[in-house]
Each structure stands twice: as structure tokens, then as C-alpha cells.
């Protein structure tokens, strides 16, 4: 066996995975069951959004390390799901390193999603949650053609522009051009509620949720990045459309305001998060069951808040559900808990706390600015703890089953001590 190259095809998979939308502990866990297998005395693993690690004795005591750079990340959930079945037969059958680096440029190598398919993909899901946030037809035909304007702009700016910041900064000022416009020409009537729908598009909260539960897990460097490159993102989002609004002055807003309709609630979240999943790249039935999460997320939410009217109770408590979910759909397609999960729970992200946060800020309205900015942290930090709590609760029922849930450094160094 020529180990140098097999760590290098454990690397691919690992940078595969990272690349695809992967989190931080599914990789490191990924990598450490293939290092397991293939009876390394010793393998070390370190990962955070732009750098892999890792470090192995083979069994005939020669030490190697290999180090991977990571320049961009994106969701690309369909090759995340074969790269996850890869590490499993890995895991299972111990290939040789030519059929490890064979298999996992076969699936680098797949043919992407149809660019039409994504197209509609992101005008369902733009349109969805503009209706989703109390917008009326006149809005969600405004956020379709927003919507459209993402979709062919954002494919040219991102073979030009890796900064997200700058990415976001320049769609939202654009998006809330064209919506203002668009209402001021009386198309659409309500600016604040359809740029909001479209904030979804490009809103990176789940990025900082992971953040904070690696975090919370002492996973300190990974989960910081994460922030902080989340944080990027929103910056640039709240920017674009600030200047957008210090340009046109006097965009009118009536503040956070749902669909009156429970049912158009649930109809439109629904269809916007299939729309979001297929965007994600998820196919086949994922994508159905995807938008049945996002359905039973958002009623739980809205049962739980009128029982007791606390956002973050209620964020908890849904977020709970949608991990659970995610958790017992990822044993049932034997397909990684990330696809289901997060489309699933975009219904509780805080994209309009952001919108609104940015808008009170322009019109010096701090108190408001105030107001959204407290909801906005206290939701992350709702569905973060969700998280957590279901995952503790998984490793328990896992390890009362004798399996292992999340493999780490301190599985190995157990393992070794046995």
C-alpha cells in the first residue's frame, strides 16, 4: 500500500466534503473513521473552513502529514451525499489508494445540477418567502423577477468575486434597487416585506449557528472562523442594502409583519424551503422530504408560541423537532443529517431581523435597530442550542446501541488505551 497516496485520497474526500457544504465535525469525523480503518497506530486530524490536516503512523512506524488549502465553500448537497457513501464504503471494503483518489475525482467530476433547474430553484424559493413574510401577489411577482436578476447576475459575479462580503454587499444593493424601483412604478407594494424574502437567498445565519455549536462543543478556531465569515456575509447584505436605501431615501417600511394567514404560512414556507433544498443541489425525494420539514418546523413554531408567546422557546423547541428530523431521515436514506437539516430550518432563520436591524439603523430609528438586533441573537442562539440538545441526546441513544456517533481525537485515544 502506498500510504502517502492513500492519505492524499483520504485528503480529496475530505476537502470534497468541506467544499460541498460539509460541517467542520462531519468532515473531521469523516476522516477519522477512513484513518481508523485502514489500522493507522497513530492519526490526527485538524479542520477549519479553509485548511485540512492530517497526520497518521502507518503500521510500519513512518510518520506523514499532509496539509490541504481551502480557498471556497459552497452547498452542492448531492455530491455531499455520494462523498458521504464514499467514506462509508471506504470505512467498509478498505480499497487500495488508486481506487480511493478514482472514486472521489468520479464524483469532483459530476455534471452539475442544469442551470435551469437552479434558476427555478431560487425563483421559488425568492418568491416563497416574500409571500412567507406577509407579502401579497403584486410583491411575489416583484420577488420573481428579483429573484431572476440573482440568478443571472450572481452566476456572472461569482466566477469574479470569491469574497462574500463584497458578493452579498453588491446582490442586495442591486435586489433593493430593483425592487424600489419596481414599487415606485407600482408593481409591487410592499419593498420591505419582498426584500426580505429575497435576504433568504443570500442570508449566512446558518453558518453562524454551526459556528456557535462548535463553539459550545470547544471546538474554539473552527467555530470562530465560521462567525466571523458569517458575520462577513450579513455585513455585506446589511451594507447593500443600506446604501441602496441612503440612495433613494424615504423607503417605506411597515416593521416585521408575517402573513396574516396561517395557512399561507405554512403553504409558502413550504415551498419556498423545497426550493432552497433544490438550490442546495438535493435530489430525488430529499427534496420532498426537505420541504415536509420545513412545514412541521414552522407549525411547531407558531403552535409553541401561541401556547407560550417566547420567541426563543419556540425557536428551541422547532429547532429541536428539525434536528430530530434530520437525525432519524439521515438513518432512513443513509444520507448525511446537513441535507435535511438545512433547508428544513430556514423558516427560523432571522433574515428579516437583519433587514430590519440595517433599515432602523439608516433611518436612525436605534431603538428599532436595537429591538431586531436583540431577536436576531437570541434566535441564532434558540436554534443553536436546539441543535445541541438533540445531538446530546443522539450520541446517548447511539452509544446505549454500541455505536459510535461522532468519532474524534478522543475516540481514538480511548480505542488505543483499551
Known sequence: MNYDRLVQGI?????????????????????????????????????TQSNIQITVETPEGQILTQIRNIESTSADFDKLNHLNNLSRYVCSHKPDEKEVIRRCEKIMQKKDQSEIITAVAELVAGTGFAVFFGGDFQDAVVACIVSLMIVLVGKWLSKRENNLMIYNLILAFLSEVVIVVSVRAGIGHHPDRIMIGIVM????????????????????????????????????????????????????????????????????????????????RIRGKKVLYSGIGAFFTWG???????????????????????????????????????????????????????????????SRDFQMAAEHALVLVETCLGIAFGFIIVDVISRSIMRTLGKEYHMGKESTIIKKGE
Open 11 to 47: 485528503l480529496n474526500i475530505g476537502e470534497g466534503l468541506l467544499k460541498c457544504g460539509a460541517e467542520i465535525f462531519r468532515v473531521e469525523d469523516s476522516l477519522y473513521r477512513m484513518c481508523k480503518s485502514y489500522e493507522f497506530l497513530r492519526y490526527d486530524v485538524f479542520v
Open 300 to 362: 411547531i413554531y407558531l403552535i409553541v408560541y401561541e401556547l407560550y408567546p417566547s420567541n426563543f422557546l419556540a425557536v428551541v423547541v422547532s429547532s429541536c423537532f428539525v434536528a430530530g428530523f434530520a437525525f432519524v431521515m439521515s438513518r432512513v436514506s443513509r444520507a448525511p443529517s446537513t441535507i435535511f437539516l438545512t433547508a428544513a430550518v430556514f423558516p427560523l432563520m432571522p433574515g428579516a431581523r437583519l433587514y430590519y436591524l440595517m433599515y432602523g439603523i439608516v
Open 201 to 280: 437567498l443570500l442570508v449566512s445565519a446558518l453558518g453562524t449557528i454551526n459556528g456557535m455549536r462548535d463553539v459550545m462543543q470547544r471546538n474554539f478556531i473552527s467555530g470562530s472562523l465560521e462567525v466571523m465569515n458569517s458575520l462577513l456575509g450579513a455585513f455585506g447584505i446589511a451594507s447593500g442594502i443600506a446604501l441602496a436605501i441612503l440612495l433613494f431615501k424615504d423607503v417605506s417600511s411597515e416593521g416585521f409583519i408575517m402573513n396574516a394567514n396561517v395557512a399561507a404560512q405554512l403553504i409558502s414556507c413550504t415551498i419556498g424551503c423545497t426550493g432552497l433544498a433544490s438550490w442546495f
